[in-house]
Nanobody, 118 residues
Framework: VQLQASGGGLVQAGGSLRLSCKAS????????MGWYRQAPGKQRELVAV????????KYADSVKGRFTISRDNAKNTVYLQMSSLKFEDTAVYYC????????????WGQGTQVTVSS
């Protein structure tokens, strides 16, 4: 499974960005996709994940109500719509995919930098 992430950039606090992650390869085995992020000097953390059917989602408390994860199975793509961005959302965002809902997926995309200016 290969994951191609895009959509990062520089945005002012309060602004919005949308990240995209396109999956290719043996995607039939993938049951969840999502996003993690890692800020300088911090551990990588879950942002949001979505099930293969799109009927189940999970968000970090810090992004609930501001971020929305969605997917387009026809395009094998997962999106992360980020709104009301805060300085503390600044991080490298990584797309992730895996087989089991409760386990971090084995597949990672390249990171995409999101920088929020205060």
């Amino acid at each position: 499974v290969q994951l191609q992430a895009s959509g990062g950039g520089l945005v002012q606090a309060g602004g919005s960005l949308r990240l995209s992650c396109k999956a290719s390869g043996s995607i039939f085995s993938i049951n969840r996709m999502g996003w993690y992020r890692q800020a300088p000097g911090k551990q990588r953390e879950l942002v949001a994940v979505i099930s293969s059917g799109g009927d189940r989602t999970k968000y970090a408390d810090s992004v609930k109500g501001r971020f929305t994860i969605s997917r387009d199975n026809a395009k094998n793509t997962v999106y992360l719509q980020m709104s009301s961005l805060k300085f503390e959302d600044t991080a490298v965002y990584y797309c992730n995919a895996g087989r089991n809902w409760n386990v971090v997926g084995a597949y990672w995309g390249q990171g995409t930098q999101v920088t929020v200016s205060s």
